[in-house]
């Protein structure tokens, strides 16, 4: 699979090189995987939720966390923000989506099923820094591996749990 950033779209030179990657794995065959990144730049003007979306439509998987979906679908930021609606609604552009939700865990739609929700693994926190990456780490090594949606989700905030127990957000072993 290839993992985007959303980091990669909001500059015009990195964006060019993200894109012609989006195509070559198209064109290969190849899954997307797609973080937004940030919604404070997929809300800037010169991104914009529209843009965004339409140049990451059709990645298998898309992980905003929750104010990344609001901004991605025009809803009410948090906390009045339904992480279930938000996760419905981007899988109009993806084939699945998760949304993160930090230590409330994580919801995950994909096509006409209901959304379900997976439960933040427990965890002593030392360091939140990188835990939406191994969250994505996680959920990838599962999913690649032939796991369900759901299961790839309870793996992804297993990976998660043992990133924040530890400084600098690694999981360890």
Do not use: H, I, M, Q
């Amino acid at each position: 699979t290839l993992f985007r950033s959303g980091y990669s779209f909001f500059e015009p030179g990195p964006r060019a090189v993200a894109r012609g990657l989006l195509a070559e794995a198209a064109r290969r065959g190849v899954p997307v995987t797609v973080d937004p990144g940030s919604a404070a730049f997929l809300a800037a003007p010169s991104t914009g939720p529209a843009a965004f979306l339409g140049w990451t439509r059709g990645a298998a998987v898309s992980f905003p966390n929750v104010d990344e979906a609001a901004v991605l679908t025009g809803a009410d930021l948090p906390p009045a923000a339904d992480p279930a609606a938000l996760a419905a609604a981007v899988t109009g552009y993806y084939g699945a989506v998760v949304v993160k939700l930090g230590a409330a865990g994580a919801v995950y739609a994909a096509g006409d099923t209901p959304p379900g929700r997976v439960a933040a693994a427990p965890a002593v926190v030392r360091d939140t820094t990188g835990a939406g990456d191994a969250f994505c780490a996680g959920f990838l090594a599962a999913w690649l591996g032939g796991a369900p949606l759901a299961a790839a989700c309870g793996a992804a905030a297993e990976t998660a749990a043992r990133a924040v127990a530890s400084l600098g957000g690694r999981p360890g072993p």
